[in-house]
């Protein structure tokens, strides 16, 4: 089973308002990473966590804050969202970070910021 | 930051036909990915390459890694309706000195022609 889940699958939230993306994964991957996924751009990098623990963080504005509560879940959690912010984010995982192993994508959530 | 040259951008074939796309970097990776994304899902894993010189099929399709490890292409052979969609190569350094994510090329809209 290589299955990422991500939650909610559709999201619309107002410039003032606090929402949180939620990823899950079984596989016992200890690596997992949030995209931000433009339409017609592929994926790019925003936040990598290794064993539960912030790596990278690809100078991401702070509106935006991970958070890994255990082995198996990640979340994004967002405030003060700009309208350019919409975007589907994507959630992925691998078996262990750094050693090139393969990365397994969610479905993503599709965000809209009015 | 750094993306792959992935080529072409788009292709207009025929049922039946084969599909052939290419990346290329000027930086060395020591994995390479291939995806595919249909309109509002996440990417999908196709093919893992971890070698130089590595050539990996997977149904009808085939990918390499190529020797200098700067570049992979990967084939299509006898396309079907369901090929839709948009083709991504990523490229991984996976050093081991930590996580690191994906690098991604622009990717390439495959479209078959009835």
């Known amino acids: 089973d290589t299955e990422v889940t991500q939650t909610p699958k559709h999201l619309v939230m107002g410039m003032t308002n606090k929402k949180s993306l939620k990823c899950e994964q079984h596989?016992?991957?200890?690596?997992m990473y949030w995209y931000k996924q433009k339409a017609k751009k592929p994926p790019e990098l925003m936040f990598v966590?290794?064993?539960?623990?912030?790596?990278i963080n690809e100078s991401v504005p702070s509106r935006f804050s991970p958070e890994c509560p255990n082995s198996s879940l990640l979340n994004l959690h967002l405030h003060a969202l700009q309208p350019e912010d919409s975007a589907l984010y994507l959630c992925?995982?691998?078996?262990?970070?750094?050693?090139?192993?393969?990365?397994?994508f969610g479905p993503g959530t599709r965000l809209t910021v009015t | 930051g750094q993306q792959l040259n992935q080529s072409p951008q788009s292709m207009f074939i025929q049922e039946g036909e084969d599909v052939s796309m290419n990346c290329t970097s000027s930086?060395?990776?020591?994995?390479w990915l291939w995806y595919k994304q249909d309109p509002g899902e996440g990417p999908v894993l196709l093919i893992a390459?971890?070698?130089?010189?590595e050539l990996t099929s997977n149904g009808r399709l085939t990918a390499q890694f190529g020797i200098t490890r700067k570049d992979s292409f990967l084939n299509i052979s006898a396309s079907i309706p369901s090929d839709v969609g948009i083709y991504f190569c990523?490229?991984?350094?996976?050093?081991?000195?930590?996580?690191?994510?994906?690098?991604f090329g622009k990717g390439t809209h495959l479209i078959i022609q009835p």
């Open positions: 992925a995982s691998s078996r262990e970070p750094g050693l090139g192993y393969e990365q397994y």
């Open positions: 596989m016992g991957h200890r690596a």
């Open positions: 966590y290794s064993y539960e623990k912030l790596s």
């Open positions: 930086s060395i990776f020591n994995t």
């Open positions: 390459l971890y070698k130089a010189g």
């Open positions: 990523a490229g991984q350094l996976g050093s081991g000195g930590g996580a690191d994510g994906l690098t």
